[in-house]
């Protein structure tokens, strides 16, 4: 049970900005939206995680949507670096703390 | 500085054997993760460490399964009379506390195949 959906590949150009959508329709109150992304033969690698409001980091914007039922994933840049399996995660609260990996969204950027 | 690291980074064995697999977290981080990523798949839960509380195993898939953490640091995982379908990626996680928001920092996988 991931409790979430998204894409299952998304393809951009180099340079463009990126938009990843994930719906988390079951999410509760107190649920934080965390995303990751694997790089081939890697392990997987924090990315941004927010609860209500957007936020902003080095690497990547998070659109929260108001009812909290989806969010976005922005990179503004792509670049081909950011090739990679991406992940939309819920960190549920009342649990151990584990994430729930669902398939995630592989990223592909054409130069 | 160092981030959380796996050894060995790939492991063959045959099938019916024992392996354990080894994970270095960031020094200070209180929670350990175990995850399994089959090919193509996301990652599957198995075990988790929060200091010195009782782990949490409801992910493993077997008793044949086990760890443990010495010392709130290093762990290790055991996987006792290897199966075909244990053939995996098994990833380790550190995160600075238990909370929701902190981050899990990932090592870089053991691959293990079990002939």
């Known amino acids: 049970d991931a409790k979430t959906t998204q894409p299952n590949s998304m393809e951009s150009n180099e340079e463009e900005p990126v938009h990843l959508p994930c719906n988390h329709s079951?999410?509760?109150?107190?649920?934080?939206i965390h995303w990751y992304r694997q790089l081939p033969s890697q392990g997987p690698e924090y990315v941004i995680h927010g609860l209500t409001s957007n936020v902003n980091n080095r690497m990547a914007s998070l659109a929260i949507a108001e009812d909290r039922k989806s969010s976005t994933l922005i990179l503004h840049r792509a670049t081909l670096r950011d090739a990679a399996v991406y992940y939309c995660i819920l960190r549920i609260w009342d649990s151990n703390y584990q994430l729930i990996w669902g398939a995630g969204t592989k990223l592909i950027i054409k130069p | 500085g160092a981030g959380v690291s796996q050894s060995p980074s790939n492991k063959v064995t045959e099938k019916g054997k024992d392996v354990e697999l080894r994970c270095d977290p960031i020094?200070?981080?209180?929670?350990l993760y175990w995850y399994r990523q089959s090919l193509g798949q996301g990652l599957e839960f198995l075990i988790y460490f929060q200091g010195n509380s009782a782990p949490d195993k409801s992910g493993l898939p077997s008793d044949r399964f086990s760890a443990e953490r010495t010392g709130g640091s290093v762990s290790t995982l055991t996987i006792q009379r290897t199966q075909q379908e244990d053939s995996a990626v098994y990833l380790c996680?550190?995160?600075?506390?238990?909370?929701?928001?902190?981050?899990?920092?990932f090592g870089p996988g053991t691959r293990l195949t079990v002939l």
């Open positions: 020094s200070g981080h209180t929670a």
């Open positions: 079951t999410i509760s109150g107190t649920d934080y």
């Open positions: 996680a550190s995160s600075q506390g238990q909370g929701a928001s902190y981050e899990q920092f």
